[in-house]
């Protein structure tokens, strides 16, 4: 987060137990997790963008809201770990949503994408992972 100057970071694959926040030096970490430790998502903020931190709300072990103050209107970010194996996983995604509306539309959402999967032949990359941007219509 230092080098590349970040003072907001969403993280998946936390594995944190349950949901809470917890200080990491400079850095205070907000989590939601499962009943054992596997998934989580969680926000790291660093110590100067903790204080705008107005609120959050764990939904499941796979998604967490957090609304901060910010200038010229407050900011609500969401992080979600999205699985890209099968399509039982994202159901579980969708359901704890219903019960949880936001107001506001997603702009956009990256999608990741295992190169053995990968529909378009056009989009090359020698890692074993890559993704892309898909735009979201309202």
């Avoid at 100057?5 to 400079?26: D, H, P, W, Y």
């Avoid at 609304?67 to 890209?84: D, E, H, R, W």
Wanted: net charge positive; charged share 25%; aromatic share 6%.
């Amino acid at each position: 987060m230092d080098r590349i100057n970040l003072n907001i970071l969403g993280l998946a694959e936390v594995r944190g137990k349950g949901a809470g926040s917890m200080k990491l030096g400079s850095k205070t970490l907000i989590y939601s997790g499962g009943y054992t430790h596997e998934r989580g998502v969680g926000i790291l903020f660093y110590e100067t963008a903790v204080k705008s931190l107005r609120s959050w709300c764990p939904i499941s072990d796979r998604e967490v809201v957090a609304k901060l103050v910010a200038k010229p209107s407050n900011l609500g970010i969401i992080q979600v770990y999205a699985p890209t194996s099968d399509r039982e996983d994202i159901e579980d995604i969708r359901l704890p949503r219903r019960q949880f509306p936001v107001e506001g539309k997603v702009v956009a959402q990256w999608v990741g994408i295992r190169s053995e999967n990968r529909r378009d032949p056009s989009v090359a990359d020698s890692s074993p992972a890559t993704g892309v941007l898909a735009n979201q219509r309202a």
